[in-house]
């Protein structure tokens, strides 16, 4: 059974700073496209970041460029967000994702499993 569990979640000021965390059982991240993605309320899903399979290479949207990092840790089957300079538009539910596919894709419907959701929320 392929679980994704994230935590990380939280309230700040703006200017603050977060780490979500979303670690993975019964699949290995390494071979799965991952990314994070968002929805505010009222809002649509929206993609923050995306690691290909395919090149390995990390996309961001624009709005997150400079103050977000996402990485991988293959030992620990985990991925993160770190995010800087949070501003009070960044405040929604994040969610991380993987899917089998080669590219990646900022369309949620590409995407094969689902943490279950944690808030982030950005106001002073």
């Known amino acids: 059974q392929v679980q994704l569990v994230e935590s990380g979640g939280g309230s700040v000021q703006p200017g603050g700073s977060l780490r979500l965390s979303c670690a993975a059982s019964?699949?290995?991240?390494?071979?799965?496209?991952i990314a994070w993605f968002r929805q505010a309320p009222g809002k649509e899903r929206e993609g923050v970041s995306c690691?290909?399979?395919?090149?390995?290479?990390?996309y961001y949207v624009d709005s997150v460029k400079g103050r977000f990092t996402f990485s991988r840790d293959s030992a620990k089957n985990t991925m993160y967000l770190q995010m800087n300079g949070l501003k009070p538009e960044d405040t929604a539910v994040y969610y991380c994702?993987?899917?089998?596919?080669?590219?990646?894709?900022?369309?949620?419907?590409?995407?094969?499993?689902w943490g279950q959701g944690t808030q982030v929320t950005v106001s002073s």
């Open positions: 994702a993987a899917g089998s596919l080669y590219d990646g894709s900022w369309d949620p419907n590409d995407y094969d499993y």
């Open positions: 690691i290909h399979t395919r090149d390995g290479m990390t």
């Open positions: 019964g699949v290995s991240l390494d071979y799965y496209t």
